[in-house]
């Protein structure tokens, strides 16, 4: 059974339906397709179904049913309260249509949601995953990104594509979630990128070639530019060793400086703060 329950406002006057202090009103229909055909302003309220298994509803159990009207008999909502579990679904009315119901994901006071394919989140909730991508590729452990606007998950986590993470859509909160790694090689020495973060580590193998002061290694070698996941705050970084020093410049260029050339067996380290955002491979994350 169906029964409606009757609101009182902050003065105590009752709202409509007209009736005494605590009775209620039975919904005379079997299917909530009758409510969206043609009923949502004169059947608009809240309702409370015990047991009733009404055709295309939400739930089979207990819950409490609210009926919003829009603009027509024919337009609105629908948003119910599962009393198991405290899920709350809802789905629009369009024309006289139930659109679809969908679940709706709210935060947890305890921590981040767990990603699921396909679930509303609100703007503002949080949710996690164990794991995405690769380290070549960018790597999320355990992450947890804040939704910025109301939206579906789908059936992937998006790529990254700026300072925050993923555009207007996703905030990640946990930085140090996100690594990658990077090789490159060159005629006289492999640089190693490691970043974490916004901060970024640089460690080259030794040296195993004579290497001439302002040596530029991307034009002498033809090599494209660093990615911009790699290039530096500010004009660039230093990353020196005994004698000379590197420079990782904002275009995503590599320098030797120094007044004289480089012997063999040299090798240079440093870190730098990386300026620009994220880089990960959109994915179904594991869950």
Do not use: C
């Not at 902050?10 to 043609?38: C, F, H, K, R, Y």
């Not at 394919?117 to 452990?141: C, H, R, W, Y």
Request: no cysteine.
């Amino acid at each position: 059974m169906a029964q409606k329950v009757i609101l009182h406002d902050e003065n105590d006057v009752q709202i409509m339906p007209v009736a005494s202090t605590l009775s209620v009103e039975e919904l005379s229909v079997t299917d909530l397709a009758d409510i969206a055909n043609g009923g949502m302003i004169k059947l608009s309220g809240r309702y409370f179904i015990k047991d009733s298994k009404l055709s295309n509803a939400p739930f089979d159990g207990w819950y409490a049913l609210e009926v919003i009207e829009g603009s027509s008999e024919y337009m609105g909502q629908m948003r119910a309260v599962s009393f198991w579990d405290n899920v709350v679904k809802y789905t629009s009315v369009n024309q006289g249509k139930i659109v679809g119901w969908k679940k709706v994901i709210t935060d947890d006071v305890n921590g981040a949601l767990t990603w699921q394919p396909n679930m509303d989140v609100l703007k503002g909730q949080m949710i996690t995953f164990p794991s995405l991508g690769t380290a070549e590729t960018g790597l999320l452990v355990n992450p947890v990104f804040m939704s910025l606007i109301n939206q579906n998950t789908g059936s992937s986590f998006p790529a990254a594509d700026s300072i925050e993470g993923i555009s207007g859509k996703w905030k990640l909160m946990n930085p140090d979630a996100y690594s990658i790694s990077f090789l490159l090689k060159t005629y006289a020495v492999d640089f190693n990128f490691k970043r974490r973060g916004n901060n970024v580590s640089l460690v080259t193998s030794f040296s195993n070639k004579q290497i001439s002061a302002g040596y530029d290694f991307m034009s002498s070698e033809k090599l494209p530019n660093l990615a911009d996941v790699w290039r530096p705050e500010g004009n660039f970084a230093w990353i020196p060793n005994a004698t000379s020093m590197m420079l990782i410049w904002d275009v995503g260029r590599i320098t030797l400086q120094g007044n004289s050339s480089v012997g063999q067996g040299d090798i240079w380290t440093g870190s730098y703060m990386a300026k620009n955002g994220y880089q990960w491979s959109g994915g179904v994350p594991t869950v």
